[in-house]
């Protein structure tokens, strides 16, 4: 282990501008998948917080006794898909439109607005079939006039999220596979460089194992400090937009934590695949 | 030590390069392997060293097969084989000790008498006090001393050179055959493929020659052609 170490260390002595190529290019290459990532997180946050305005809203007869509506709405608050149940009294109808709409500013008597429940579903119940299917049971209710959820609104935004979700994993395997494809050639010139060696090194009788460990370590810890170059790079260019133009999200933890063990692991897929080409040719 | 039975080596592109060779080098012996430039001799000296194997026929290095050898069994045999050539094939960023040290540390040999070894190998090729320089700071000859010592770690049974006098004047050629002497005298089996015919008609030394392919003269034989050539260890 201590001689393939040595290996490592005296392969990027060889070729420092070789070496520091490889890692720019990979943290490069993962910069621009970050910033892709960071595009698609902001999109799904943006879609997400527009989601949580899905809701139902249940018009009440008049005259519906209160203990009817207590029932309804703890048996509505039950439905698996339900996240809470709200009732707005013609009172609150009333103050809400005055607050959001000029032409209520005149309007001081509530009784010809009916009472209301309002439905606000989970994540992942937002869908158009689902608000469909919750919207159909609250119908059943004897005392409820009137069910509206907005169909075309859900359905488009919907639409928009398994759009945005679907361009998403295209153009992120498309910009990883580039990533692959680029830093898969950048090692496979360090290899190239080092062909020489390489065949002294089997001519002497080193195994395939010994030949290949070092290029794997270096492969890895290129794409591992690539990666964190990457990291940084995605940062600093999320702290940009977010202090100059718009507030946006960053990677938690995690995220950033696999993006630059992917590195790594791009990294070493990449050493993999040029060395073992390679020593099938020696 | 080396045997070879109607050996046929074709490649996609080129064509024949070796057809129906039969010979066989004996354990201890010394053996030259002439013949013009694209007669077969460096295909002779790869499928020797298992960087190819036969198209048809057999090879047989040290007791082993080499066609269906297992791929972890190669480099087992390649430490039973030293191999010089004509350009040093050493590495430009290690000092002469470094280059003769790695030859053992590739095969996993324990780091102790590493050292000890390596100086007696290059005090063994003359070159005891140039351990540390690096090869631009030695000559042509110097350096291909480096390259025997290298070959000779692990102990070989056979010595492959390829033109090993190639690229050096006629000083340092005789300096270098000298020690492949010894090496053989030693009990290494050596076998040498030169151009070099003035060395060749010098030495007492078996020649096995090779034109277009095709083995042409054996000296242990005084025939040419395909027959089964087995020579008797020099004189």
């Known amino acids: 282990m201590r001689l393939t170490f040595r290996e490592v260390v005296l392969g990027v002595r060889r070729s420092p501008l070789l070496s520091s190529l490889s890692v720019v290019t990979i943290a490069f290459s993962l910069f621009a998948f970050g910033l892709f990532g960071l595009l698609v997180l902001n999109v799904d946050r943006a879609l997400r917080g527009v989601e949580e305005h899905v809701e139902i809203v249940a018009f009440l007869a008049d005259g519906t006794l209160p203990e009817s509506i207590s029932a309804a709405m703890g048996d509505i608050s039950a439905f698996p898909e339900v996240a809470h149940v709200d009732q707005v009294s013609p009172e609150q109808a009333l103050a809400r439109a005055r607050a959001e709409l000029p032409e209520f500013q005149d309007v001081f008597d509530a009784s010809f607005l009916p009472a209301s429940l309002e439905i606000r579903l989970k994540e992942g119940h937002r869908d158009p079939t689902t608000v469909k299917d919750v919207t159909q049971r609250i119908q059943t209710y004897p005392f409820v006039d009137d069910v509206r959820y907005g169909e075309d609104w859900v359905k488009k935004l919907y639409d928009i999220r398994n759009i945005a979700g679907a361009a998403g994993i295209a153009l992120g395997l498309l910009f990883a596979a580039v990533a692959v494809i680029i830093i898969g050639t950048t090692i496979r010139m360090t290899v190239l460089a080092r062909s020489r060696e390489i065949s002294i090194m089997r001519l002497v009788g080193a195994t395939d194992g010994f030949v290949r460990l070092p290029f794997l370590i270096d492969g890895f810890l290129k794409g591992l400090i690539g990666g964190l170059l990457a990291l940084l790079l995605t940062w600093g260019a999320n702290a940009l937009i977010s202090h100059n133009l718009i507030q946006t999200f960053f990677f938690d933890p995690g995220i950033a934590f696999l993006g630059v063990l992917g590195g790594g692991i791009i990294g070493l897929l990449g050493s993999t695949l040029s060395v073992g080409r390679h020593l099938r040719r020696v | ?235």
């Open chain 2, 1 to 235: 030590m080396i045997r070879f039975s109607h050996v046929v080596k074709e490649y996609p592109r080129t064509g024949l390069a070796l057809n129906d060779v039969t010979f066989r080098v004996n354990k201890g012996e010394f053996a030259f392997l002439t013949g013009p430039s694209g007669a077969g001799k460096s295909t002779i000296l790869r499928l020797v060293i298992v960087e190819e194997t036969p198209t048809a026929g057999e090879v047989r290095v040290s007791g082993s097969l080499t066609s269906g050898l297992p791929r972890a069994e190669i480099p087992r045999l390649r430490r039973r084989i030293g191999v010089v050539f004509q350009d040093f094939r050493l590495l430009e960023d290690r000092t002469a000790e470094e280059n003769v040290a790695f030859a053992l540390e590739v095969t996993g040999a324990p780091r102790e008498g590493i050292s000890a070894r390596v100086s007696r190998l290059l005090t063994q090729v003359g070159l005891a006090s140039k351990g540390t320089s690096y090869p631009k700071e030695l000559s042509g000859g110097e350096q291909q001393r480096v390259a025997i010592a290298r070959a000779l770690v692990n102990d070989p049974v056979l010595l492959v050179a390829d033109e090993p006098t190639g690229n050096l004047d006629d000083r340092a050629t005789r300096g270098v055959f000298q020690l492949l002497r010894d090496i053989n005298a030693a009990g290494t089996a050596v076998l040498m493929a030169t151009h070099n015919l003035e060395l060749v008609k010098r030495e007492p030394y078996r020649v096995i020659e090779v034109n277009r392919g095709q083995l042409v003269f054996d000296s242990a034989e005084g025939t040419g052609g395909a027959a089964t050539v087995t020579s008797s260890t020099p004189t």
